[in-house]
C-alpha cells in the first residue's frame, strides 16, 4: 500500500507572518489544504497522515470532514522537520513495506501527473525516489563576504522537491541515523549508501518559504482553477 505523509508543524519564520504558513491563506484555502486536497483525490494513494505540532489550534479551525477517513491528523510534531517525520511515521498505521510519500505542507502547487510519474518511477526501485528539476540556472558560490568566490558547474545538479517515496521500515532507520538538521529523506537514504532514483518534477511544486512565494503561488492554483 501506499500513503502520504505530511509534516507540518513548522513555525514558517522564513515567511515573517504571525500564523505558520501551511495557515496562510492560498485562493481562499489554508495553503496546507491544497496539497491535501491533490493527495487524497490520488487513488494511488489510501490514506494521507498529516502530522501537526502539538500545540497546533488551527487545525480545528475548518472543516476536514470532506475527506472523510483518507485523512488522519496526527499531533506530533517535533522540533525539525525530520523529528516530525519520524514521530508521524511511528504514529501511522503502515507496514515496515508500505510506501510512504513524504510531502511538505509548504508545497501547495503538487499536481497529479507528477504524483503519477514519482509512484511509475519508484515502484519497481529496491530503495525509492524522489520527485527533482535539473538545475536550470547558473550557479555561484559566494565567499562569505557577498562576492563571488566560483561557479559552480551545474551539469547533473538536481533540485530536490517533494514527495520523497521510501518504505517506511527502511525509512525510519535511515531518518533514526540521520543529524536532526537532516532536511530531507532521501539525504537520510544516502547517508547509508543508498541512490535513490530521480523523478522528473514540475517547477510549480516549489516550496512556498519567502512572502513574495504567495503570489506565485496563487497564479499557478489560479491557473489551474481556470483550465
Ligand atoms: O521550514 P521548511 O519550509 O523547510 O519546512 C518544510 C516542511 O516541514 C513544512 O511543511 C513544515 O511545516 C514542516 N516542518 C515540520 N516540523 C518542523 C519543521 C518543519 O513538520 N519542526
Same mark, same amino acid.
Given at each position: 500500500m501506499k500513503f502520504a505523509l505530511v509534516p507540518a508543524a513548522g513555525s514558517g519564520s522564513r515567511m515573517g507572518t504571525s500564523i505558520p504558513k501551511q495557515y496562510a491563506m492560498l485562493c481562499g484555502e489554508p495553503m496546507i489544504r491544497h496539497s491535501i486536497e491533490t493527495l487524497c483525490g490520488f487513488s494511488a494513494i489510501s490514506r494521507v497522515y498529516v502530522v501537526l505540532a502539538e500545540n497546533d489550534v488551527r487545525w480545528k479551525e475548518y472543516d476536514w470532514s470532506a475527506f472523510g477517513d483518507r485523512l488522519v491528523a496526527l499531533n506530533c510534531g517535533g522540533k525539525t522537520r525530520l !523529528?516530525?517525520? +519520524? !514521530? *508521524? #511515521?511511528? $504514529? +501511522? @498505521? $503502515? *507496514?515496515? =513495506? @508500505?510506501?510512504? #510519500?513524504?510531502? =511538505?505542507a509548504a508545497r501547495p502547487c503538487i499536481d497529479h501527473e507528477s504524483l503519477q510519474r514519482l509512484i511509475e518511477g519508484t515502484e519497481n526501485e529496491a530503495i525509492g525516489g524522489i520527485l527533482a528539476l535539473p538545475v536550470a540556472d547558473t550557479l555561484k558560490r559566494e565567499d562569505g563576504k557577498g562576492r563571488i568566490a566560483e561557479t559552480v558547474p551545474r551539469a547533473k545538479l538536481w533540485q530536490a522537491q517533494t514527495p520523497q517515496m521510501f518504505r517506511k521500515g527502511r525509512l525510519l532507520d535511515a531518518l533514526s541515523k540521520a543529524p536532526a538538521d537532516q532536511t530531507d529523506e532521501a539525504g537520510a537514504m544516502e547517508a547509508l549508501g543508498y541512490s535513490p532514483r530521480l523523478i522528473l518534477g514540475d517547477p510549480g511544486n516549489f516550496k512556498v518559504t519567502y512572502p513574495g512565494d504567495m503570489m506565485l503561488a496563487e497564479m499557478i492554483l489560479k491557473g489551474r482553477m481556470g483550465k
Open positions: !523529528n516530525s517525520v +519520524m !514521530n *508521524g #511515521l511511528r $504514529a +501511522m @498505521d $503502515a *507496514g515496515d =513495506d @508500505d510506501w510512504v #510519500l513524504v510531502h =511538505d
